[in-house]
């Protein structure tokens, strides 16, 4: 229907208590809430204050008591091992129910921190829920990090339980967990009382006696629990993300508003229904993980897929066509990097065709930019609405969409569409002043933010005022610069800050150069993102070194990619590092990393006026170029 979406934006954004009170009325609640938002400690706003309820009740046991319970829940579809395995709505909770016990008999209560460093296997998202079932809440590390990075974590949440499990499996290689979760302990102030490993028949991890258990004997003997009623304030989850220093920001999601909002974004963003099949190809460690392989689809009553694989190589470029055919798939989410792996090694998409995909309604991108190739490969290859749209961490959900429940908006390529309803988009000049429609400025989001956005960050409520709403008073900085069209079509174009965005994956680089500068030999680095046909972006390393060091250039490049490996993680993909003399400058002594992005990528750029020696700038494009980068 024409004009249905403009409708209910301006419905969202005139009476923002009227809108989302009615969407609270779609979910479950032991005490509906009487006030909606309270806004009287602005940025610090909540939703639903006092409203009670419980996110596991909402994803699980509402369903089996509304006769859902015989219709499946979670499908684990895990080429590198060879496994399909189906949960019902009944099973879930079940399992759920008597892994929650197991939690609870360890002395795990309402607001106790639960780390989990899990892999794509089932025992993961059921881990999560049995969090969300007693109150605690759950902080997921992504496993391609390393353990000082699992490290930093357990030290900010303070976790009462570590949930792990022995391995993980990158397409044919087996990826110890348990090592790196010991290393991690090793390094970290903050000892959990216990980790609960799940042993897969991979490998057997050893187990610390006292503090370790093994999560089959503990969960089968433990007594199932029922849902704790939360507050909607509650935090349901920190998740922890990359910001400009190596110490990354815990991401606080309140209980009431990520049910609320993922149940209603759906239906109206997603346009799948109860019972729909609904595939996010993500992982739990990221926030798409958490709000569409776990929560999202379970407050709504799909069935969900947990996919351990790769778009590539398990087997070949045609297991997502596969897992949509033979699960019948209705809705699909992944990031554009997996496209552009597929495209690479399938460009006539030949192994699209072995597949009846015709279940396939849309495809969704998130994560990155979608660029226009990309989006018009897919469109071809699979003739269905490709739907770009952009989100956050910190926002839980889309900030900007193509609504395909409310109306299908005409695609344009390079924008994720239009505003979310919830979200006012505006673009501000360094002045907060309202920039005309075409001119690049700061994204910014009016307050308040909508249901389901993060009302704070864990243990840092004054990093929070100050990264996110200092710098436009009464508006949320996203981080992102772009534009809005005459049409109100966003285009997001970079980060203003340090962070990249690697195969779709969030990355600091401000941690990476603090890996770099602690090396012996090194005098001051810069990493920047340079554009990578596959990954979007990748992490350079620019290094000078102290004068007087006599060892190779090569040998110190070669050290600190593995630092940054074994410091970060494999995630960071950080591969390349060169030696430099001298790093361009302003004059005050601000490191010009974005100009150095712009030779990389063969960009347009202006030499900027402050710059202190602009002949560096050669320097530095000629050394880029033994680099294969700076090509004109
Ligand atoms: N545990 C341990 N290591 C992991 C890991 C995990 N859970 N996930 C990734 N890694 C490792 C990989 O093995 C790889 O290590 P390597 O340098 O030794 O090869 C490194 O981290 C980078 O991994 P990845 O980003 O997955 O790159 P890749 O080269 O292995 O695969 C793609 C390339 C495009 C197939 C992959 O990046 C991809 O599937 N991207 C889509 C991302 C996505 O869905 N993002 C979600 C946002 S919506
Ligand atoms: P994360 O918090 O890991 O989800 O990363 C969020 C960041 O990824 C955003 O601030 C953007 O920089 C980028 N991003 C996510 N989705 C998109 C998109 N559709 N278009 C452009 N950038 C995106």
């Given at each position: 229907m024409s004009g249905a979406y403009e409708k209910v934006y301006q419905a969202s954004v005139a009476s923002p208590n009227v809108f989302w009170k009615a969407a609270a009325d779609d979910i479950f609640w032991y005490q509906f809430p009487e006030t909606i938002l309270d806004d009287s400690n602005s940025p610090f706003n909540t939703w639903y204050k006092d409203g009670l309820t419980n996110a596991c009740y909402n994803a699980l046991d509402f369903h089996v008591e509304q006769g859902r319970g015989e219709q499946t829940a979670l499908i684990y579809d895990s080429p590198v091992t060879q496994t399909v395995e189906k949960y019902t709505y009944n099973e879930l909770q079940v399992a759920v129910a008597q892994a929650a016990g197991a939690l609870a008999e360890l002395g795990v209560t309402k607001g106790d921190r639960v780390i989990i460093y899990m892999p794509m296997i089932p025992e993961a998202a059921i881990a999560m829920l049995a969090c969300a079932r007693i109150g605690a809440p759950h902080s997921v590390v992504f496993g391609g990090f390393a353990a000082n990075e699992l490290a930093v974590r357990i030290d900010d949440a303070q976790p009462t339980l570590i949930i792990s499990a022995?391995?993980?499996?990158?397409?044919?290689?087996?990826?110890?967990?348990?090592?790196?979760?010991?290393?991690?302990?090793?390094?970290?102030?903050?000892?959990?009382?216990?980790?609960?490993?799940?042993?897969?028949?991979?490998?057997?991890?050893?187990?610390?006696?006292?503090?370790?258990?093994?999560?089959?004997?503990?969960?089968?003997?433990?007594?199932?629990?029922?849902?704790?009623?939360?507050?909607?304030?509650?935090?349901?989850?920190?998740?922890?993300?990359?910001?400009?220093?190596?110490?990354?920001?815990?991401?606080v999601r309140d209980t009431g508003g990520?049910?609320?909002?993922?149940?209603?974004?759906?239906?109206?963003?997603?346009?799948?229904?109860?019972?729909?099949?609904?595939?996010?190809?993500?992982?739990?460690?990221?926030?798409?993980?958490?709000?569409?392989?776990?929560?999202?689809?379970?407050?709504?009553?799909?069935?969900?897929?947990?996919?351990?694989?790769?778009?590539?190589?398990?087997?070949?470029?045609?297991?997502?066509?596969?897992?949509?055919?033979?699960?019948?798939?209705?809705?699909?989410?992944?990031?554009?990097?997996?496209?552009?792996?597929?495209?690479?090694?399938?460009?006539?998409?030949?192994?699209?065709?072995?597949?009846?995909?015709?279940?396939?309604?849309?495809?969704?991108?998130?994560?990155?930019?979608?660029?226009?190739?990309?989006?018009?490969?897919?469109?071809?290859?699979?003739?269905?609405?490709v739907i770009d749209h952009w989100w956050q961490t910190e926002t839980g959900w889309s900030i900007c969409a193509n609504p395909v429940g409310i109306e299908l908006l005409p695609v344009r390529p390079g924008s994720p569409t239009k505003a979310v309803p919830g979200y006012q988009i505006n673009i501000l000049d360094a002045n907060h002043q309202p920039l005309p429609a075409g001119e690049i400025g700061d994204i910014v989001v009016k307050l308040p933010l909508p249901p389901g956005t993060f009302p704070t960050l864990w243990n840092a409520e004054d990093r929070y005022v100050k990264t996110y709403f200092a710098p436009h008073p009464g508006y949320y900085q996203t981080g992102d610069?772009?534009?809005?069209?005459?049409?109100?079509?966003?285009?997001?174009?970079?980060?203003?800050?340090?962070?990249?965005?690697?195969?779709?994956?969030?990355?600091?680089?401000?941690?990476?150069?603090?890996?770099?500068?602690?090396?012996?030999?090194?005098?001051?680095?810069?990493?920047?993102?340079?554009?990578?046909?596959?990954k979007g972006q990748v992490p350079l390393g620019l290094l000078v070194l102290k004068a007087g060091v006599t060892k190779d250039d090569q040998a110190i490049a070669q050290e600190v990619v593995k630092m940054v490996r074994e410091t970060i993680g494999p995630v960071a993909a950080f591969k390349t590092a060169t030696v430099v003399q001298r790093l361009p400058k302003t004059r005050s002594g601000k490191v010009l990393r974005g100009t150095m992005r712009s030779i990389a990528d063969s960009q347009p750029y202006k030499t900027p006026a402050t710059i202190d020696d602009p002949v560096i700038l050669d320097e530095i494009s000629e050394t880029l170029k033994t680099l294969g980068y700076a090509k004109s």
């Open positions: 022995s391995c993980g499996i990158e397409v044919d290689r087996i990826i110890e967990y348990k090592p790196l979760l010991d290393h991690a302990i090793d390094l970290a102030q903050h000892k959990p009382n216990h980790c609960l490993v799940f042993q897969r028949p991979q490998t057997t991890a050893a187990l610390q006696s006292g503090r370790d258990l093994d999560w089959v004997s503990t969960v089968s003997r433990a007594q199932p629990v029922e849902c704790v009623p939360v507050e909607s304030t509650h935090p349901l989850y920190i998740l922890y993300t990359s910001g400009t220093t190596g110490q990354p920001k815990g991401v990520n049910i609320v909002s993922l149940k209603w974004s759906m239906k109206n963003i997603y346009d799948v229904e109860a019972g729909d099949v609904f595939w996010a190809a993500s992982d739990i460690g990221w926030v798409v993980g958490h709000a569409y392989i776990v929560y999202g689809p379970l407050y709504n009553g799909n069935t969900t897929i947990m996919f351990e694989g790769k778009p590539v190589g398990t087997p070949d470029p045609g297991t997502f066509w596969r897992i949509i055919s033979e699960h019948q798939v209705k809705s699909f989410f992944t990031a554009p990097t997996a496209f552009r792996a597929i495209k690479k090694e399938d460009p006539n998409g030949l192994f699209i065709k072995k597949y009846d995909i015709q279940c396939l309604k849309y495809l969704f991108l998130a994560g990155e930019r979608c660029d226009p190739d990309t989006l018009h490969w897919a469109e071809d290859q699979l003739g269905i609405p610069a772009g534009y809005i069209d005459e049409e109100g079509y966003l285009y997001v174009m970079s980060r203003t800050d340090d962070v990249i965005n690697v195969a779709g994956h969030r990355l600091s680089t401000g941690a990476m150069e603090e890996v770099l500068a602690a090396h012996p030999d090194v005098a001051e680095c810069a990493v920047i993102g340079v554009a990578d046909d596959m």
